[in-house]
């Protein structure tokens, strides 16, 4: 079934992207479920959606609130091979949950899979594409919007997802959590860039595993790759809500930090609004984060590209751009602090007086 049309349909995924409107994507679900008590770490699945459903409820409200443009549902992981019997009830909740969310305002629903636990055993492609087909079946009964096929770390296997995801003829973006270095082979980020456009993906980028900076530089070879073979793709970023300058080529799983001591880390609002800047000055609409990116950190990409999308988004009656909301302060050096030149040049510091600044990777 195509998506509805006429007046109050709302505007589709590449209609917006063709037309150079900004994107903005959603954040962080595990790890911020997982504090909040909700996900388990380890396998890292989503039961959440039918064991809690208020808490995903609230989050994916949240990042509504906070500017998103997208809700993905929260499938991640939620495959047969790591949910058993309860994987379709877990899929079909989760988009549910997404869609009444994203009616609420003019979002879109995005369905989302990932890499399998099988690849890196078994390059079986036919049962590889067969659980992306599970999950796909689910989505296309529910009608989403538009598909995303994220955290890939293995070329082949993405372009495979690619593949599968473009037999219901909805619009495809595929990213991939590799750094500047490239996927788990040595394949570039400019020839992953190609190969998965190649296979019929309508956007690509990266998402996870690395922080703001280091994402856009692989963003930035991404788009080099693409212009040299002149394939033509809208370009995504969803990167960690925390700094991870120090990681090799695997990212943050690879830190001493991960998962449970990250919070050193964490971006501020004010990093994020720097990487939305970065971010739509490379070229890219579609803008978004992964995991620890809060909806903090969804409402600074909104207020940074409000001249551009032309409106603030909600949370934004509680904020205030550049901390302007602190001129009610009654504190005189604090509301010294309601200007952007502060905000924008403060180095924050850690509180923690023994603790190094950059880690060395476990692996
Ligand atoms: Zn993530």
Redesign the pocket.
């Known amino acids: 079934m195509a998506p509805a049309e006429g007046p109050g349909a709302k505007k589709g995924i590449l209609d917006r992207l063709d037309s150079g409107e900004v994107v903005i994507g959603d954040g ?1 679900f595990l790890l911020t479920l997982e504090k909040r008590g909700f996900v388990k770490a380890g396998l890292w699945t989503p039961e959440a959606v039918v064991e809690h459903p208020n808490a995903v409820r609230q989050l994916h409200m949240e990042f509504l609130r906070a500017g998103a443009d997208v809700l993905q549902t929260f499938t991640f992981s939620a495959t047969e091979d790591n949910l058993e019997s309860k994987w379709e009830d877990v899929n079909e909740a989760a988009c549910d949950l997404a869609r009444e969310v994203a009616d609420r305002g003019d979002a879109l629903v995005a369905g989302g899979i990932c890499e399998t636990s099988l690849y890196k055993y078994h390059k079986d492609e036919a049962r590889i594409k067969n659980i992306f087909r599970l999950q796909l079946e689910v989505f296309a009964r529910k009608n989403v919007d538009f598909l995303i096929a994220e ?1 890939f770390e293995h070329m082949e296997e993405a372009v495979w997802a690619v593949e599968v995801l473009k037999e219901v003829g909805k619009p495809v973006a595929a990213t991939m959590c590799i750094g500047p270095e490239g996927d788990m082979h040595g394949v570039t980020p400019g020839e992953c860039a190609v190969k998965l456009v190649q296979a019929g993906a309508n956007i690509v980028g990266v ?2 595993r690395f922080g703001p900076w280091t994402s856009l530089q692989t963003m930035k070879l991404m788009k080099e790759g693409l212009r040299a073979t002149g394939l033509q793709a809208h370009l995504m970023v969803q990167s ?1 809500g925390f700094h991870t300058p120090d990681c090799g080529k695997g990212g943050f799983v690879d830190l001493p930090e991960y998962p449970f001591g990250l919070e050193p880390r964490v971006a501020t609002r004010w990093d994020i609004q720097k990487y939305a800047r970065e971010a739509y000055n490379l070229g890219i609409r579609y803008i978004g984060g ?2 620890g990116f809060e909806p903090y950190h969804i409402r600074a990409i909104a207020e940074e590209l409000a001249p551009e999308r032309g409106f603030f988004p909600p949370a934004s009656e509680k904020h205030g751009s550049w901390g302007s909301g602190l001129t009610m302060h009654t504190k005189p050096w604090i509301r010294a602090r309601a200007r952007r030149e502060y905000w924008e040049n403060l180095h924050p510091a850690s509180g923690r007086p023994f603790c190094p600044s950059l880690s060395k990777p476990d692996v």
Do not use: F, V
């Open positions: 962080s955290y998402n996870c960690l992964c995991c």
